[in-house]
């Protein structure tokens, strides 16, 4: 319950669809979530299974009967006759990508191929995190082989921490490139201070559910957890075709 309200409060403005669901799914959230909770801000819809409805907060996905007397929390639907395919989560990537739009190219710091853009890879990253700087060394080889590498902001001490003030400086530089690379190098770097998203980007991290660095975010908008070599990374978004 916790868990489920505190998702709530961290929810960007939705359309919305819960007038059209069933009254008896209505009330069952009104019951399980409280009276702070402003219900015609879930979206909810059918679910890819008969006599089910999915109603999504925020990045967090629960079902529920059409009678409104169970509730489905943290359970993955799984199609069996499709190799075990997920369906839940792949309807969280496409509510990530959703989220991405968000962030807008100006907002991130980009290292682009020379040559033609073959793929893309979004990366939460944190200047102090050492697996961070250990991918990091492996954008030139990723910016060889046609892949842009986007990155967001993720201090993962939060606000108002000394990492965060550092991303900050990265994000504020006269060149975010060059900065982003010494940070991780551990150099030091000129404090500097503007108008940035690195609060917003730490926020959309966390509306995704990312908890720790890198968090790779691929073009179908899965999130994929930590440290990959470049060559691993190129052939997973090969295979994505």
């Known amino acids: 319950m916790r868990l489920l309200i505190g998702l709530i409060t961290l929810c960007f403005s939705l359309n919305i669809h ?5 009254p008896a799914i209505q009330e069952a959230l009104k019951q399980l979530l409280g009276p702070q909770a402003n219900i015609d801000k879930i979206v909810i ?12 907060l925020d990045n967090y996905i629960f079902y529920a009967t059409e009678d409104g007397r169970y509730i489905i929390r943290g359970g993955d639907i799984l ?5 075990g395919r997920n369906l839940t989560e792949e309807r969280r990537n496409g509510l990530r990508l959703n989220v991405l739009n968000q962030v ?10 020379e040559g033609k853009t073959k793929h893309t890879l979004t990366a939460f990253t944190d200047v102090d995190c050492f697996y961070c700087a250990k991918l990091h ?11 842009e590498v986007r990155y967001l902001a993720f201090p993962r001490s939060g606000p108002r921490s000394k990492t965060y003030n550092t991303m900050v400086s990265v994000w504020c530089a006269e060149d975010p490139l060059t900065a982003m690379t010494d940070a991780k190098a551990g150099k030091s770097i000129a404090e500097k201070t503007c108008a940035n998203p690195v609060t917003k980007e730490y926020d959309i991290g966390r509306q995704m559910g990312v908890s720790g660095t890198p968090a790779l975010l691929m073009p179908n908008g899965e999130l994929l957890p930590g440290y990959a070599p470049a060559d691993k990374l190129v052939q997973y978004l090969e295979a994505m075709k």
């Open 79 to 83: 199609d069996l006759k499709q190799e």
């Open 104 to 113: 807008s190219d100006k907002e991130m710091i980009i290292f682009k191929p």
């Open 18 to 22: 819960a007038e059209n669901a069933p």
């Open 45 to 56: 819809q059918k679910a890819p299974v008969a006599g089910l409805y999915e109603a999504v």
């Open 137 to 147: 060394k492996e954008v030139p080889a990723l910016n060889k082989a046609g892949v």
